[in-house]
């Protein structure tokens, strides 16, 4: 059901990962990015899904020019813009003509709704601040366009002049706005004052009110959810809370709070078991690390440590689930520690599909607590310790077998430091040889055991080092203390973590890493990924 044709519905997902989710320090999404991200969206469900500022860079107006002409199943594809200036006439406004030249049937027009910013930092009048308003949607709306109108700063607004902010929003109103989406752009509205304004506004105007919340106070989603109960109709979000300074409101924690804790029809039938699989998505697009402990989706979402909750778990899971992991398309973990014991290794065997004798049992929680006493910590690295589970069963890996590694490192004054790396295995059933230089000593050595496998294993290609922490865990013995190194991997499908421990830093790495290839090809992506 496309977003513009939706009916009887009791609220409206508005997505912005593709502009506010494009603000946060660090992401940079290439028009192809985008793309693929629109596409992932649009298959989700969300009615609504703004592509971006039109006119704000070449790569934004690349991709409406684009992407105004893909076809989408659910979504309408929205256009981001400013009013026009003080001053300005609206059919003459360059800001508003690449909002039309976007080709979207839907544009989302931003206002100032606080008067502090019309007087000081637009510097103009009250009166031109409402006409700017007005002036520009009756412009958009002449041109056959729908619009939206975000109310900018409106609870900083409502606040300190609401006799004013509610001119502003009326004047959108009266000049054909759809939608009066109230924006907490400061992020400093805690959620009683976000509903009691909403509930105010609310009985003042015909339109259907929106929230747009960002996370300053910690409280996006918690306003968001405030919002709607006091009677908000559009919810604006972005996929895993992206967005400037600390973030918006993450529409992933929103949608699976309406759906599952309010009861609440927000996307299509199947969808809110995918919210796992979209926002892995989302972070790999954008070349972030998951949030692990994100609500609902994150890795440790589900995972339970110490004797009491595992074995409590293990009996009755909803004991100590808010909800079944699998309702997100997350999955339950059980981390493995010295707090825990035979039961939470059985869980942990069964979720790794594996099948421990019981007579094994005793013999592997026996290792894990005596390798943890020397500094490994498996509750963080479940991959080395499937890996160690299936050797402690007798499994023999065919993939490799490592003769040798070497690392040296060079610098010779004038000129940058470089590590090189030389790697010799057995896998195919011949030897292969490798050199290769890196930054780094590690990044040496993964390239060079990379260039020794990937003709043999084209999996490679999609495993990539997506993080990588070294602890030291006694730091008053100095350069001779034992160090733990963790890495974390990904195939673009699923991501694992490996651990080393020892007091050479290299071996650690080189453990890691190993087993971080070796879990891969255990392992690879399904065919059709």
Same mark, same amino acid.
């Given at each position: ?55 704000? /860079?070449? =790569? ?6 684009? +992407?105004? &002409? ?7 594809? !929205? ?44 510097? %103009? ?24 109108? $975000? ?25 054909? +706005? ?27 105007? *015909?339109? &259907? ?36 300074? %600390? ?28 919210? !796992? ?9 954008? /070349? ?38 699998? %309702?997100?398309?997350? !999955?339950? /973990? ?20 594996? *099948? ?74 011949? =030897?292969?040889? *490798? ?10 050595? $993964?390239?060079?055991?990379? &260039? ?21 865990? $006694? ?55």
């Amino acid at each position: 059901m496309s977003g513009s044709n939706a009916k009887d519905i009791p609220v409206e997902l508005y997505d912005t990962t593709l502009r506010d989710g494009a603000q946060a320090p660090g992401i940079s999404y290439s028009v192809e990015d985008r793309l693929r991200i629109l596409h992932k969206l649009d298959d989700l469900g969300l009615p609504y899904i703004e592509g971006g500022w039109p006119g704000a /860079n070449p =790569r934004d107006s690349e991709f409406f020019q684009i +992407a105004s &002409k893909e076809t989408l199943r659910n979504a309408t594809l !929205t256009a981001f813009g400013m009013t026009r200036k003080a001053g300005e006439k609206a059919s003459e406004s360059a800001v508003l003509r690449d909002m039309l030249d976007a080709g979207t049937e839907v544009v989302c027009l931003v206002g100032k709704s606080w008067d502090l910013h019309v007087t000081e930092a637009l510097r %103009t009048d009250l009166e031109e601040g409402v006409a700017m308003v007005e002036d520009s949607i009756r412009f958009l709306m002449s041109q056959d366009r729908r619009v939206f109108f $975000d109310a900018e700063h409106f609870f900083d607004g409502y606040r300190e002049n609401p006799e004013y902010a509610m001119r502003v929003i009326r004047a959108a109103e009266e000049a054909g +706005a759809e939608r009066i989406v109230l924006c907490d752009t400061n992020g400093g509205t805690l959620p009683s004052e976000i509903g009691l304004v909403v509930s105010e506004v609310g009985a003042q105007l *015909e339109s &259907k009110l929106g929230i747009h919340a960002h996370n300053d106070t910690g409280c996006a989603v918690a306003n968001s959810l405030a919002a709607f109960e006091s009677g908000a109709f559009q919810v604006q979000g972005v996929i895993n809370g992206y967005g400037e300074r %600390t973030g918006n409101a993450n529409m992933v924690t929103i949608a699976s709070n309406l759906s599952l804790k309010l009861g609440v029809e927000c996307l299509p039938p199947g969808a809110i078991e995918r919210l !796992t699989e979209v926002s892995y998505f989302v972070a790999e697009t954008a /070349n972030l690390i998951p949030e692990p402990r994100q609500p609902y989706v994150g890795r440790y979402a589900f995972t339970h440590k110490a004797g009491l909750h595992t074995s409590g778990v293990a009996r009755i899971s909803k004991a100590y689930e808010h909800i079944p992991p699998e %309702t997100v398309g997350n !999955t339950r /973990n059980v981390a493995v520690s010295e707090l825990g014991g035979g039961s939470t290794l059985q869980m942990k065997a069964e979720g790794f599909g594996l *099948e421990l004798p019981k007579d094994a049992i005793p013999t592997i929680v026996s290792h894990v607590k005596e390798r943890e006493a020397e500094g490994y910590a498996f509750e963080t690295a479940d991959a080395s310790l499937e890996l160690l589970m299936r050797r402690a069963m007798g499994w023999e890996q065919d993939f490799f077998e490592i003769e040798s590694f070497r690392v040296t490192v060079d610098q010779w004054e004038g000129a940058d430091t470089i590590a090189e790396a030389t790697v010799r295995v057995q896998a195919a059933g011949r =030897r292969h040889i *490798e050199t290769a230089q890196g930054e780094g000593p590690v990044g040496a050595l $993964d390239t060079a055991f990379r &260039k020794a496998l990937g003709s043999i294993y084209p999996e490679l290609d999609h495993i990539e080092l997506t993080d990588f922490r070294v602890r030291v865990l $006694d730091t008053k013995i100095g350069t001779g203390a034992v160090v733990r190194v963790l890495i974390d991997t990904s195939n673009g499908e699923r991501e694992w973590s490996t651990i080393g421990v020892s007091e050479n830093i290299i071996e650690a790495s080189w453990e890691a890493l190993t087993d971080s290839i070796l879990f891969g090809l255990l392992h690879p992506r399904s065919a059709q990924a």
